[in-house]
């Protein structure tokens, strides 16, 4: 959600430079998108976290936690809001839903629809939102300044009572944007008589538009149950900034702020035609309390919390509270619907003060007692038992072209589990046989160890073998196979270590990408005296070749006949940039081979 | 039947997968602070995957785009992630009256979302969790702080940050500095009450703590891997450790 600096300045004057907001937010909030300057402004992208996405998701909601968690100054904006005179009204709304937790309306007449002022504007514009005209900046602007969505309907466009009601089969409407959406009964609407107004929480439609020669509007307030709204806005596929606010419930306390704050900004446009609000709000939000004890936030957080602490902060946060010895009880805030449950305040202390006041702790090992688990023993001891016979480990894909288990609906292009390890792993087979000469393998041997899904049964199964067969058990079976006397216990401390770290060989720092082009082999052999080591002649080869080669040269062959050995090299030539040619692979060869020719008594073969 | 014990003594031993190199290396780690390795199933029920974690009917993780849903067997899933073995663990325990107890598990998890080099539809994680009486963020802060020097060396610095996951309260997100860039690795938390009573234990008298994160992301810092795709190709060039 975007945030403008100069906007939040207005309710927090004292708020510290748009520098020092990165740590804040960071530590003691929420994550950091962005920060990016825009003219004289500062617009922070922060990701506010969904439990309290109740709260924060407008201007005022950040700007209050700011002023609590910093201690500083908030401004209090709803007593500067203009109060409009009002008429009785004639409105009548009915609500049919029980996905509609409250819906105020509010008729003006007699208004005028043109630009808006130039601050609203402005401020629109500096979190990326278009000005359309002062009817809907205004409602956006509020949404955005206090967090609830608004809607404006053009009364003459109406006819009959507003009802918020679940859609009819086949009922259809025309958004805003020109889209036509065939409607279904978990879609809950705004109506009137005759037409569908707006999809309910998600997007007003084009019947009821304000447009330039409006000249009365309905206001709606309203609220909407969360799930209700997330279903249709993923139904229909329309996101939009207020079905984003609904889906997070919202507390249905916030439509008085939001219509008082609306209402304002309207006397100040001038406006005079205010009729009476009509309230439809069947079911009250409850008060509730929430007791905690200081013991149990330090046990939780792991640290000493002061008493002195704790009330600091509930009075920052404005709450109010009652302390009994043990026993904090607090009355909740009604915007504050993620505070429920003693753990809820153990993370608002925790975050508030910062987790850094924390010191980490490392219990003492010998207070667990400890089991060893059998299935991880046999994956274990496989495993090392392949690898020390010179089998290789990969991994394949659990998905197949064809299974006994499949998935719904797949991103990717196979639906299937595997049933088997042996087809992934004889196409890792082919693959590695290709390039057994860049891996300087004479025979690729592979291993795999994973489940597989059976109609009715998960089985974990090793499989291993070359390019030639493939053999494939089940886990227990392989155990019991090569090692029928080992139990559980035996295999398992032992070979919790890598394999890597008991052999304490020297890892690389860093992983190398190969090329993706092609490789090219080439073989060289040649006759030298008896005695004389392959290595002498591997430091001629090496010193004769360029960076083309990538593998090599690796000795494959040595034999020993009437007083001459026999060596063979193996280059592998292989290039980051493009497919090597035939030429360019001699013209290394070439070098290599007139080198060995100026030792006179080596000969190639 | 072909055996593996050929025995031959100029077989060279064969290479390992990275994945399963830094897996051993944290069973390892984990194992010597006391923790007991579990393993469990990668088609899980709902159940374990979502509703003892405190993930609710409509929370948005459920949806189709995120989850792969069985055909023909409505309330399983391929695992979203393996908290639900470390669940599955607490649960047993509880039963055997093991507590305290510590759990780490390390698998493959599922998502359904398009691949690219940072996400793939199957991916390992490292799962962890630590039930007792006091077992606190403090816990925490020191079984991942030692963790993460062991695998990642000395230099490594962590910090919390405020986060939010249905199965935790407080929720955190672990964040390390690694060769001078902060990369978030982990979420984690207190387990929250509603998991610990769905595990059959009571939240009144035992707590603790859980993590879990990507393997994947780990092997890549460490080793420089560009492409999170290159763990499941089966191609032996990978084994470069």
């Given at each position: ?6 906007w939040?300045k207005?309710y927090?004057?004292d708020?510290?430079s748009s520098?020092k907001m990165?740590d804040?937010?960071?530590y003691h909030l929420c ?8 003219g004289?402004?500062?617009i922070?992208d922060?990701?506010?976290?969904p439990?309290?996405?109740?709260d924060l ?5 950040i ?7 910093l201690n ?6 709803t007593e ?5 005179t009002s008429?009785k009204?004639?409105l ?6 029980q996905?509609c937790?409250?819906y105020?309306?509010?008729?003006v007449?007699n208004i005028?629809?043109g630009?808006s002022p130039?601050?609203v504007?402005?401020?629109l514009?500096?979190?990326g939102?278009?000005s359309i005209?002062n009817?809907v900046d ?13 809607h404006a309907f053009d009364l003459d ?9 679940e859609a ?10 020109n ?7 978990v879609n809950?609407?705004?109506?009137d ?5 707006a999809?309910?929480?998600?997007k007003?439609?084009k019947?009821?538009e304000?447009d330039e020669?409006?000249k009365?509007i309905?206001?709606e307030?309203a609220?909407?149950d969360?799930?209700?709204?997330r ?5 229909i596929?329309?996101?939009?900034d207020?079905?984003k606010?609904?889906e997070?419930?919202l ?6 702020y939001?219509?008082?704050e609306l209402?304002g ?10 009729e009476?609000?009509?309230?439809m ?8 309390k ?5 013991k ?16 600091d902060i509930?009075?920052?946060y404005?709450?109010?509270f ?9 009355d909740?805030?009604p915007?504050r ?15 508030i ?6 010191v980490g702790?490392l219990p003492s ?5 400890r ?8 994956v274990?001891?496989a495993?090392n038992?392949?690898?020390l ?17 499949s998935?719904l609906?797949s991103?990717g292009?196979k639906s299937c589990l ?6 992934g792993?004889?196409?890792s087979?082919k693959?590695?046989?290709l ?9 690729v041997?592979l ?6 899904f059976k109609?009715?049964a998960?089985?974990i199964?090793v ?14 079976e ?12 035996a295999?398992?401390?032992d ?7 008991r ?6 720092d860093?992983f190398?990408m190969?090329s993706l082009?092609?490789?090219i082999?080439r073989?060289i052999?040649?006759?030298v005296?008896e005695?004389?080591?392959s290595?002498e002649v591997?430091?001629v080869?090496t010193e004769n070749?360029n960076e083309?080669?990538?593998k ?7 034999f020993?006949k ?5 060596y063979?090299f ?6 980051f ?18 080198n060995?020719n ?5 000969t190639?073969r | 039947?072909q ?11 064969g290479?390992e997968?990275?994945?399963?190199i830094?897996?051993?290396?944290a069973?390892?780690v984990?194992?010597d602070l006391?923790f ?7 088609l899980e029920?709902?159940?374990y ?5 405190n993930?609710s009917k409509?929370?948005p ?10 055909k ?9 992630h393996t908290?639900n073995v470390?669940a599955?663990?607490i649960?047993?325990a509880g039963?055997?009256?093991r507590?305290p ?6 698998g493959?998890?599922?998502?359904n ?12 994680q490292?799962?962890?969790?630590m ?8 816990e925490l802060?020191g079984?991942?702080t030692?963790?993460?020097?062991k695998?990642?060396?000395d ?8 986060s939010?996951f249905p199965f935790?309260?407080p929720g955190l997100?672990v964040?390390?500095?690694f ?6 690795v ?17 939240p009144?008298r035992?707590?603790?703590f859980?993590?879990?994160g ?7 810092v ?7 795709r290159?763990?499941y190709?089966g191609d032996?060039?990978l084994?470069q450790?």
């Open positions: 959600m975007k945030i403008s600096y100069n939040l207005w927090i004057p708020c510290p520098e990165w804040i937010f960071t994550e950091v998108e962005s920060i990016e300057p825009l004289e402004d500062v922070f922060i990701n506010i976290l439990n309290r996405a109740h998701l407008s201007h005022q909601g700007a209050r936690e700011l002023a609590s968690l500083i100054k908030y401004v209090d904006p500067n809001y203009k109060i409009p008429q009204t004639e009548k709304v009915k609500i049919e839903s996905n937790r409250r105020s309306a509010r008729i007449r005028k629809v630009p130039d601050w504007v402005k401020h514009e500096s979190i939102q278009r005209n009817i205004a409602a956006n602007l509020v949404m955005y300044d206090c967090g609830q969505p608004i466009k109406l006819s009959g009572v507003i009802t918020v009601r009819k089969e086949g009922e259809e409407i025309t958004t805003l944007d889209k036509q959406v065939k409607l279904k009964p809950m609407v705004i109506a008589d005759k037409n569908v107004l999809i309910a929480g998600v007003g439609g019947v009821a304000v020669n409006t009365n309905v206001i307030i609220n909407f969360p799930v209700s709204v279903k249709t806005a993923r139904g596929n329309i996101f939009t207020a079905a606010r609904f997070n419930d507390s249905a306390t916030l439509c008085d939001a219509m008082r209402c900004l309207f006397v100040e446009y001038g406006f005079t035609g205010f009476d609000v009509v309230d709000y069947p079911v009250k939000q409850e008060e509730h929430l007791s905690f004890s200081i149990r936030i330090a046990n939780i957080l792991g640290r000493e919390v002061p008493k002195e602490e704790v009330l509930l009075k920052r404005n709450f109010y009652e302390d009994k010895d043990d026993e904090i009880i607090i909740v805030p915007m619907l993620d505070l429920n449950i003693p753990e809820d305040m153990a993370e608002e202390i925790g975050r003060a910062g987790y850094d006041k924390v702790k090992p010998s207070v667990f007692k089991v060893v688990n059998d299935r991880h023993a046999k274990a001891w495993r038992q392949l690898l016979n010179g089998y290789s480990e990969v991994m394949t894909y659990s998905f197949a072209p064809k299974g006994e288990v998935v609906k991103a292009d595997r049933t088997n390890l042996s087809d792993l004889k196409e087979a693959l590695n046989n390039n057994s000469s860049l891996l300087g393998m004479t025979q041997k291993f795999e160890i994973g489940s597989v109609k009715d998960e089985e199964h499989a291993y073998g070359d390019n030639k067969k493939i053999n494939e058990l089940e886990l227990t392989f155990c019991d196979l090569f090692a029928p006397k080992l139990d559980a216990e295999m398992n401390m070979l919790l270590v890598s394999m890597a770290s052999a304490k060989r020297v890892m690389p860093k190398t190969w082009y092609p490789f082999t073989d052999a040649l006759w005296p005695g004389l080591d290595t591997q430091k080869i070749i083309l080669v990538v090599g040269p690796d000795l494959f062959d040595a020993t009437e007083g001459k050995t026999s063979a193996r280059l592998v030539f292989q290039s940039e493009k497919t090597l040619t035939d030429e360019e692979v001699s013209t290394v060869m070439q070098q290599v081979t007139d060995i100026t030792h006179t008594d080596w190639l | 039947m055996t593996i014990n050929e025995q031959n003594p100029s077989n060279k031993m290479t997968h990275p994945l399963n830094l897996a051993s290396e069973y390892k984990f194992s006391g007991e390795v579990t393993l469990g199933p990668e029920t709902e159940w995957n979502f509703d003892a974690l993930v409509d929370h993780a459920r949806d189709m785009q995120d989850t792969f849903w069985i023909d067997k409505p309330g399983y899933v391929l695992r979203t908290t470390t599955r663990a649960e047993q039963k055997e009256g507590i107890c510590a759990f780490i598990s390390i493959k998890v599922f998502r979302e398009s691949t690219d080099a940072t996400h793939e539809m199957q991916f390992f490292i799962d962890g969790t039930v007792g009486e006091n077992i606190s963020i403090a802060k079984v991942l030692h963790f993460y020097k695998m990642l060396g230099d490594v610095e962590m910090e919390f940050r405020p939010f935790v309260e997100e964040w390390l500095k060769r001078d860039r902060w990369l978030e982990m979420g984690a938390g207190m387990l929250h009450p509603n998991v610990i009573r769905n595990l059959g234990l009571d009144e035992v707590q603790g859980a993590f879990g990507g393997l994947d992301r780990i092997a890549m460490k080793w420089n891997v560009p492409d999170v290159l763990f190709q032996l060039r084994n450790f």
